[in-house]
């Protein structure tokens, strides 16, 4: 399976929402319940946020949701906060993970 | 607490062998499939291997296929990953990571702290 595409970086206010975007072919991304996103501090291990497409673990914030639209699945997290700054992975998961190459997400 | 530590991460010349360990705490560890994921240098997360919980079904990624070995003693809850003909391309901090603690079955619940590889002469 190839690599999920997301954007190398992506920026924001604070308060703002953004989207980061994980496009795949129909047989990893178009399964959207096997998509999982993953927070990374540098020097860090990356952190569950969403799995299943659209959930969120207990004790994420409720300003992370997650969306598919044909092939893409989205990360969105509203109201940006400055500790939001950090490397974001979306992953498909089929008995082994597939992942994107990673999201840079900057708060202005 | 649910805990995963990685040891055995170091200096290695190309050509050589190492061995990662990962000790597992906090939940039967018996029951569940473990994966290692690595990441490279300034660059993105890629998966490695995985192993069923009876430690008879594994799967590798392309890349180490046929020079890394996955294993598991449950007895001691510790997962393995034999690194064999290293390469400079292998040179990576490698994670442990559980699927299905919490989650279903399709995400990494739970991640260890890493351990580094450096290989190089």
């Known amino acids: 399976q190839s690599a999920l595409t997301q954007p190398a970086s992506v920026s924001g206010s604070p308060g703002q929402p953004i989207t980061i975007s994980c496009a795949g072919i129909?047989?990893?991304?178009?399964?959207?319940?096997?998509v999982s996103w993953y927070q990374q501090y540098p020097g860090k291990a990356p952190k569950l946020m969403i799995y299943?497409?659209?959930k969120r673990p207990s004790g994420v914030s409720n300003r992370f949701s997650g969306s598919k639209s044909g092939n893409t699945a989205s990360l969105i997290i509203s109201g940006l906060q400055a500790e939001d700054e950090a490397d974001y992975y979306c992953?498909?998961?089929?008995?082994?993970?597939?992942f994107g190459g990673g999201t840079k997400l900057t708060v202005l | 607490e649910v805990q995963l530590v990685e040891s055995g991460g170091g200096l290695v010349q190309p050509g050589g062998s190492l061995r990662l360990s990962c000790a597992a705490s906090g939940f039967t560890f018996r029951h569940y499939w473990m994966h290692w994921v690595r990441q490279a240098p300034a660059k993105g997360l890629e998966w490695v291997s995985r192993?069923?919980?009876?430690?008879?079904?594994?799967s590798y990624a392309d890349s180490v296929k046929g020079r890394f070995t996955i294993s598991r003693d449950n007895a001691k809850n510790t997962l393995y990953l034999q690194m064999n003909s290293l390469r400079g391309e292998d040179t990576a901090v490698y994670y442990c990571?559980?699927?299905?603690?919490?989650?279903?079955?399709?995400?990494?619940?739970?991640w260890g702290q890493g351990t580094m590889v450096t290989v190089s002469s």
């Open positions: 299943e497409g659209s």
């Open positions: 129909s047989s990893d991304v178009g399964s959207f319940n096997l």
């Open positions: 990571a559980l699927v299905g603690l919490a989650t279903g079955v399709s995400a990494f619940d739970i």
């Open positions: 192993l069923n919980g009876e430690g008879s079904s594994t």
């Open positions: 992953c498909s998961y089929v008995g082994r993970g597939v």
